[in-house]
């Protein structure tokens, strides 16, 4: 009975040695196939070749020994040790190589979004830059009250297209900016100022449509806060848009303005922007923020639209920890409630003044002002001139960021009274050129209002216009009004600040 348990013992064991250097050699056919074999991975071949020799052992002192029971039993015993060894070593290895892979595949999902990024930032730089020049010109042929009423009638129709086309490549540019998540950039920020410039587009929109725009602002409505005014404003006027795209005269679009305060919530301000337009039906409201969806094809013949709006000033907002409600009826209209929470800002800090600078920024224009336009692209310098011409602004136009810096260099102290500055130009870019004149030896270089106007549209770009030391980031094709509201905003600043200074 001995003499078969050490017989048993001796051939199981040569048996599980047997699998034991089967298993290392699938464990080296596993590392080769996924490519990962090296130099280093030969020592994987010392294991076999040892067990090939254990194995040798084993059968020779089964035929030819007469092992006792002690013997059979390391014997045996050693081929389970390794069994189990080859177990946890098979499972680490894949492990390993596994997680090899997902890193791998990690870093190139990364570089794909990279490169992605990149290419939407090109393409829509290149998408923007004629969108100026077609939206600027048409701005300027309307403003020109020769224009026959049917060619008025065409020119309107370049420009409702033009800033359909203009707003998608935005909403496109919301729904992927940074790898699917929008970035907010909290700063003091006028909410005055930002709804006054809201108004003074959707008015001129809702007056081309001949419906009524009807707009309020509750008293209790701060007129400082701390958060994203850019991004705010986007959401906003797409919803806004919306509003007005869907809506035909004798309608009208209302926009007010309220808020609230709860020892909970805090300060909430209630945005509610309700339409008497085509309405939505009650079962498609759960899918009106999904990008690319519109409840009724035929509508984007009828009022265009590519379905991004809703979607993308609905991550805004969310983004924003606020909150977009919406109630409709088929054909009565529809109403949207937006609730964002926002931290008003001290009043010793929000920049409020006297009664009489507050009438002040009612009459300030930018009569006789001198600006100086640095564009490389001609047409694109000549719609800002033509566009500030229009409000008897005096411009000047340096072709590329070196020509700014030596204009301004030899020029006497405060004779610009701000700085159109596009970003990408040749010699030397508009980042390089802000950082130049901010750190000319002179009295206005540290004041002089500088304004990115360009086509980069990214929280990164407005974040590297900032930092370079301009004072505002606007995206072209810009809207005229958005122009000469930061223009005026900045120069009085700079005003109040020298008047100060001197003081």
């Not at 050699?25 to 994987?44: D, F, G, P």
């Not at 990024?117 to 100026?132: D, K, Q």
């Not at 005055?192 to 929109?205: H, P």
């Not at 004149?437 to 974040?463: F, K, T, V």
Request: hydrophobic residues 40%; glycine residues 8%.
């Amino acid at each position: 009975m001995i003499r078969w348990m050490i017989s048993a013992m001796v051939y199981l064991g040569s048996a599980l040695m047997v699998c034991n250097i089967y298993g290392f050699i699938q464990v080296e056919r596993y590392i080769r196939s996924k490519k990962t074999w090296n130099e280093k991975n030969y020592i994987l071949y010392l294991p076999i070749v040892l067990l090939i020799f254990f194995l040798i052992g084993y059968l020779v002192i089964g035929f030819f020994g007469q092992p006792d029971l002690m013997m059979a039993g390391v014997l045996f015993g050693g081929s389970i040790f390794v069994f189990i060894m080859y177990r946890l070593l098979n499972r680490i290895i894949r492990k390993v190589i596994e997680s090899e892979h997902l890193e791998a595949e990690l870093l190139a999902a990364e570089e794909s979004n990279r490169t992605k990024s990149g290419f939407l930032a090109a393409i829509s730089h290149e998408m923007r830059t004629p969108m100026n020049v077609i939206l600027g010109m048409d701005i300027l042929a309307l403003k020109d009250p020769g224009v026959p009423e049917q060619t008025r009638d065409r020119l309107e129709k370049i420009g409702q297209s033009g800033r359909l086309l203009s707003g998608m490549i935005n909403d496109l540019l919301d729904l992927q900016e940074q790898g699917g998540t929008l970035s907010e950039h909290r700063e003091p920020f006028s909410l005055k100022e930002a709804l006054d410039q809201i108004n003074a587009v959707v008015s001129s929109m809702c007056e081309q449509k001949s419906i009524q725009y009807l707009t309020s602002v509750a008293p209790c409505v701060g007129e400082d806060y701390i958060g994203d005014a850019s991004k705010l404003k986007r959401a906003l006027m797409n919803i806004l848009d919306n509003a007005v795209k869907f809506t035909d005269a004798p309608g009208y679009v209302r926009f007010c303005v309220d808020a609230s305060q709860s020892p909970e919530d805090g300060t909430q301000i209630c945005f509610l922007i309700a339409d008497t337009g085509v309405g939505i039906d009650e079962e498609f409201l759960p899918k009106i923020f999904e990008p690319f969806t519109q409840e009724d094809k035929s509508f984007t013949n009828r009022f265009g639209g590519s379905g991004l709006g809703l979607s993308a000033a609905h991550r805004i907002v969310t983004g924003m920890g606020g909150t977009i409600e919406v109630e409709s009826r088929k054909g009565e209209g529809t109403a949207f409630t937006v609730t964002i929470p926002m931290t008003p800002v001290p009043e010793k800090e929000s920049g409020k003044g006297t009664r009489g600078e507050k009438d002040d920024e009612k009459t300030f224009t930018l009569e006789g002002r001198r600006i100086l336009i640095a564009e490389d692209l001609p047409e694109n310098a000549e719609i800002a001139a033509d566009l500030l011409e229009l409000e008897n602004a005096v411009s000047e136009r340096a072709e590329n960021g070196l020509a700014a810096v030596n204009m301004v260099k030899s020029s006497p102290e405060f004779y610009y009274d701000a700085i159109l500055m596009d970003l990408r130009m040749p010699v030397m870019d508009g980042l390089e050129a802000a950082g130049k004149i901010r750190s000319l030896p002179r009295a206005d270089a540290r004041l002089i209002p500088i304004i990115a106007l360009s086509a980069n549209a990214y929280e990164s770009d407005r974040q590297n216009s900032l930092k370079a030391g301009m004072n505002a980031h606007l995206v072209k094709p810009v809207d005229a009004e958005l122009l000469y509201a930061e223009l005026k905003k900045q120069i009085r600043k700079t005003e109040v600040e020298r008047g100060r200074s001197q003081a």
